[in-house]
Nanobody
Framework: VQLQASGGGLVQPGGSLRLSCQTSGLDLDSFAIGWFRQAPGKAREGISCINGRERSTYYADSVAGRFAITRDNAKNTLYLQMNMLEPEDTAVYYC??????????????????????WGQGTQVTVSS
């Protein structure tokens, strides 16, 4: 199983970015995929996740209404559309996958330590 996150960059406050998480070696219908971020000096934060076959989605309060997670099974790719970005969104963003979390509801958002597979991070900087 491999995951590769991309799409980060520098954006002004109020702007948008779309992150991608290219996966290989897994069936997206059988895995929970989560997006996490970590800012300097802060703990890792689960911000969004999507469960396997049901495609249930979950969001942290800090991003609800601004971010959207989607999935394209044909491309084995997850996306995180980020709108109305704020300086507080500056962080390294990671995607992760785990098969056991897919049937545990919003645990995919909070159980970061249980994810088996992680991609490398992509830096998002929100600054004027």
């Amino acid at each position: 199983v491999q995951l590769q996150a991309s799409g980060g960059g520098l954006v002004q406050p109020g702007g948008s970015l779309r992150l991608s998480c290219q996966t290989s070696g897994l069936d997206l219908d059988s895995f929970a995929i989560g997006w996490f971020r970590q800012a300097p000096g802060k703990a890792r934060e689960g911000i969004s996740c999507i469960n396997g076959r049901e495609r249930s989605t979950y969001y942290a309060d800090s991003v609800a209404g601004r971010f959207a997670i989607t999935r394209d099974n044909a491309k084995n790719t997850l996306y995180l559309q980020m709108n109305m970005l704020e300086p507080e969104d500056t962080a390294v963003y990671y995607c992760a996958a785990d098969p056991s979390l897919t049937l545990r509801g919003n645990s995919c958002l909070f159980a970061g330590s249980e994810y088996d597979y992680w991609g490398q991070g992509t830096q998002v900087t929100v600054s004027s």
